[in-house]
C-alpha cells in the first residue's frame, strides 16, 4: 500500500494543506469496499467523528485501492457552501496518477487541490487548530 516514508509524505501534504484553510482533511485507505465508495466514505466519516469539527468543513478523501474505488466527501458546511461536482477536479488529478500506479502522489496531489479549494470558502482563522489528526486511517 504506502511505505512509511510515503505515509509520512502524505502526512505533511495534509499538514501543508490545512495551513491554508481552516478547513480539515482526512484520509482513509482499505483495500476492498463491497458496497458503493460513497455510501462507505460516509460510514467512515462518521467512525472517524469528522464531524466534530467546529466549522462542519471536514473533508474525508477514501480509497479502496484493490477495488478502484474512489470517494471524496465533505460535511454539511462544505456542502452548504459548494455544487455537487465541486470535487470532480480534485478526483480526476487523483485517478490520473493512481492510473500511473502513483498512489501517494495522487493523495498528495488531491489533498493539495482539496486543501486550495476549501481556502475559497474556509480561509485560515487567526486562532485555527488542528480539529482533526493528520494520520491516514487504515480499513
Aim: charged share 20%; net charge negative; proline share 2%.
Amino acid at each position: 500500500m504506502l511505505s512509511n516514508l510515503e505515509q509520512q509524505k502524505v502526512q505533511d501534504c495534509i499538514a501543508a494543506a490545512e495551513a491554508a484553510t481552516s478547513g480539515e482533511l482526512r484520509v482513509h485507505l482499505e483495500a476492498k469496499c463491497k458496497t458503493d465508495a460513497v455510501a462507505r466514505a460516509i460510514d467512515i466519516f462518521d467512525q472517524l467523528d469528522m464531524q466534530a469539527t467546529a466549522a462542519r468543513n471536514g473533508v474525508l478523501i477514501y480509497v479502496a485501492y484493490a477495488d478502484r474505488k474512489l470517494a471524496i466527501i465533505g460535511d454539511e458546511g462544505i456542502n452548504a457552501c459548494v455544487s455537487h461536482n465541486f470535487w470532480d477536479s480534485t478526483r480526476d488529478l487523483m485517478l490520473a496518477n493512481f492510473k500511473e500506479g502513483r498512489l501517494a502522489e495522487g493523495l498528495c496531489a488531491g489533498i493539495t487541490e482539496a486543501g486550495i479549494q476549501l481556502a475559497q470558502f474556509f480561509p485560515p482563522q487567526a486562532n485555527d487548530q488542528n480539529e482533526l489528526p493528520n494520520q491516514i486511517s487504515f480499513g
